[in-house]
């Protein structure tokens, strides 16, 4: 089946400092959406991206959706201890509502 | 503002019990889903439901089942628990248009011994 190629799968970085993750994948999505989850709660959307090219911000947060519809970036500017959490990329395909999602990637921040 | 909310945030069953999570949503979506979350595995569909009385599979149906009488209510099922099923299991519910944006429910952590 489709899958999601999210990386890295962890990382661990300062406070203050920017933080850029990704996302691939073989199909073409209609739509990627970025989700943070902080521990033992559920996944929060965070930016939703409906446009190839497009580049969208939420605070500190960015996302683009890929120009080739099979990958998605999202960047953390300015990092603080609360941004720690997984954060998961999910792409939903052309026609359908199914939803694919990364396998996440674990960010520790240390103040 | 857009809420789903689950019965148990934590629950311990004995294997062979039958176990019921509940998910409720207020935004009036058409589109449930049932997740199940393990570590490195990230978060594999279990059923979804576009309808109420309709259901679908996903990728891993297989020890559950899922009942929707009501548009606000999916229930997922396992008729009978097992240690592999031991997880955090997440609600989600859609918007009944494109671009189908899923938002959370707080998630159910199950431990069956």
């Known amino acids: 089946g489709q899958q999601l190629n999210q990386s890295p799968q962890s990382m661990f970085i300062q406070e203050g400092e920017d933080v850029s993750m990704n996302c691939t994948s073989s199909?073409?999505?209609?739509?990627w959406l970025w989700y943070k989850q902080d521990p033992g709660e559920g996944p929060v959307l965070l930016i939703a991206?409906?446009?190839?090219?497009e580049l969208t911000s939420n605070g500190r947060l960015t996302a683009q959706f890929g120009i080739t519809r099979k990958d998605s970036f999202l960047n953390i500017s300015a990092s603080i201890p609360s941004d720690v959490g997984i954060y998961f990329c999910?792409?939903?395909?052309?026609?359908?509502?199914?939803?694919?999602f990364g396998a996440g990637t674990r960010l520790f921040v240390k103040a | 503002d857009v809420k789903v909310t689950q019965s148990s945030r934590y629950l311990v069953k004995r294997t062979g019990e039958k176990v019921f999570l509940e998910c409720v949503q207020d935004?009036?979506?058409?589109?449930m889903f049932w997740y199940r979350q393990d570590p490195g595995l990230g978060l594999r569909l279990i059923y979804f439901?576009?309808?109420?009385?309709?259901?679908e599979k996903g990728d891993i149906p297989e020890g559950y089942s899922v009942s929707r009488e009501k548009k606000e209510r999916f229930s997922l099922i396992l008729e009978s628990a097992s240690t592999n099923q031991t997880s955090m299991y997440l609600c989600?519910?859609?918007?009944?248009?494109?671009?189908?944006?899923?938002?959370f429910g707080p998630g159910t952590r199950l431990t069956v011994t």
């Open positions: 989600a519910s859609s918007s009944p248009s494109e671009p189908y944006e899923q938002y």
């Open positions: 199909s073409i999505f209609n739509t």
């Open positions: 991206l409906y446009k190839a090219g």
């Open positions: 999910a792409g939903q395909l052309t026609g359908g509502f199914k939803t694919i």
């Open positions: 935004m009036d979506h058409e589109n």
């Open positions: 439901s576009y309808d109420v009385k309709m259901k």
